[in-house]
C-alpha cells in the first residue's frame, strides 16, 4: 500500500494551509491573475507546472483562484491534490463554452446544473451512468451571480468534451477531419446548453468527494452559426465572467450564512 501523500502536492504545489476552503477554477492563467487583482491581500502566486494559484480575501474572508489548464485530466489532478490540503472545499468554475442551443448567443451566461461525460477521465473513479451533477447550492449562487450581469443567463445540461476540434465534431477540409460531423446536431436535440472541456470530471469527483462544485460559463462562440467572439470581446467577456463569478461567491457565502448547522439551504418561506 502506498503511504500518506506529501504535504506539498506534486503538480500543484500547495500545502495544507496555502489554500482557501471556497476555490475559484478556471483554464486560464491570465484569468486567474484578474480574478486575483479584484481580490484584497493577496499572497504571492504559486506557479508549478500549468497550475497557478492566489489566494486573498473578499469581503474578509479568504478565496483563492487556480488555474488548470485545459481539459478533464488537468481538472482531476487538480481536484484530487486540493482535497488533500483542504478540508471541506467549494468549487465554482469560471469558463468559457461554446453555446450549442439554439437560443445561446456568444455574451451569454451558462450556468450547468450537470454534465454529459462524453470524457473517459472519470471513468477511472466511477461506472459509465454515474451522473455529474452540480451541487444545488452552487447553481443557486452561481443563478444569483449570473442575474447581476444583465446578460441573458441560460441553466441546464452541458457537454463536457475530450478535445477540441475532432471531439466537438470540428470539421474542416484538412487532413484530420472528424469522426463526428453530426456531433452538435445530437446534442442540440438531446437539449443540452453549451459544450466545454472541464465540467463532468469536477462534477463526478466532487459528489463523490462529499463536496460542492458548480460551472458557469460565458459563451464564446455560437456553433450553430459558426460565429466566434474577436479578441477584444474576449476580453470584454471575461469581465464579465469575472464579475457575476464573484457575486456568485457572495451569494453562496449568504447562503451558507442562513442555512448555518442545517445539512442544506431552503429558503425561509419552506423551513419547518
Keep these: 500500500m502506498p503511504g500518506p501523500p506529501p504535504e506539498r502536492q506534486y503538480h500543484i504545489g500547495l500545502a495544507p494551509g496555502e489554500v482557501a476552503e471556497t476555490i475559484l477554477l478556471c483554464g486560464d492563467p491570465d484569468r ?20 497557478v494559484t492566489l489566494t486573498g480575501h473578499r469581503g474578509g474572508r479568504p478565496l483563492s483562484v487556480m488555474a488548470t489548464g485545459i481539459g478533464c485530466d488537468n481538472t482531476e489532478i487538480a481536484i484530487v491534490e486540493l482535497l488533500r490540503v483542504t478540508r471541506q472545499p467549494t468549487f465554482l468554475r ?30 477511472a473513479f466511477v461506472e459509465e451512468g454515474y451522473p455529474a451533477m452540480a451541487h ?15 446578460r441573458t443567463v441560460h441553466q441546464g445540461i452541458t457537454a463536457c468534451a475530450p478535445g477540441f476540434y ?15 460531423p453530426e456531433r452538435v446536431t445530437e446534442l442540440r436535440r438531446q437539449g443540452v446548453i453549451n459544450m466545454e472541456m472541464e465540467s463532468s470530471t469536477l462534477f463526478t469527483l466532487s459528489t463523490l468527494a ?17 460565429r466566434f467572439a474577436g479578441d477584444d470581446e474576449r476580453t470584454a467577456l471575461q469581465d464579465v465572467l469575472i464579475g457575476a463569478g464573484l457575486a456568485a461567491v457572495d451569494a453562496l457565502w449568504t447562503l ?9 439551504w431552503l429558503p425561509a418561506s419552506l423551513r419547518p
Design 94 to 123: 469560471l469558463g468559457t463554452c461554446g453555446g450549442i442551443a439554439p437560443d445561446t448567443d456568444i455574451g451569454d451566461l451558462v450556468v450547468s446544473t450537470g454534465s454529459l461525460r462524453m470524457e473517459s477521465t472519470s471513468l
Design 256 to 264: 451558507d450564512d442562513e442555512k448555518g448547522d442545517a445539512a442544506y
Design 32 to 51: 486567474a491573475r484578474r480574478i486575483a487583482a479584484r481580490l484584497d491581500d493577496v499572497g504571492p502566486e504559486v506557479a508549478h507546472r500549468e497550475y
Design 210 to 226: 462529499g463536496v460542492r462544485a458548480g460551472t458557469m460559463c460565458v459563451v464564446y462562440a455560437n456553433r450553430e452559426k459558426n
Design 166 to 180: 475532432g471531439a466537438q465534431g470540428r470539421v474542416d477540409d484538412s487532413r484530420l477531419p472528424s469522426r463526428y
Design 136 to 150: 444545488h447550492e452552487c447553481v443557486l449562487a452561481m443563478l444569483a451571480g449570473a442575474a447581476t450581469s444583465g
